[in-house]
């Protein structure tokens, strides 16, 4: 996957967090916080696949929803599915982020 964006879409950097299927889940959900804060700022979309445990992907959602950030969930399997989530994410973030930059008319 990051091989294709390399080559593919160069601009766009992904990032993988792997929570397992671990019950303390708060750690993740923290992570995904920090990565999402104004003073870190790298994160500008959020693809949620469907193999994450209910309540974590229940909180990743809200998280970037309160960070107004585009989430985009991936309903399939493999690679391909997950390749397309992760274009639109980046797609959806492109829009968002111009849509935060406009100035006020």
Request: glycine share 6%.
């Amino acid at each position: 996957m990051l091989a294709w964006f390399r080559e593919h879409a160069p601009g766009v950097q992904v990032e993988f967090i792997h929570s397992g299927w671990k019950s303390n889940w708060s750690e993740y959900a923290a992570k995904v916080e920090r990565r999402l804060s104004a003073a870190y700022g790298a994160v500008d979309a959020i693809v949620v696949i469907t193999m994450i445990r209910t309540i974590l992907g229940e909180k990743v959602r809200a998280l970037a929803s309160a960070h107004d950030r585009p989430w985009v969930a991936c309903t399939g399997r493999g690679f391909e599915s997950l390749r397309r989530a992760a274009v639109k994410a980046a797609q959806l973030a492109t829009l968002a982020r111009a849509r935060r930059t406009r100035p006020e008319a």
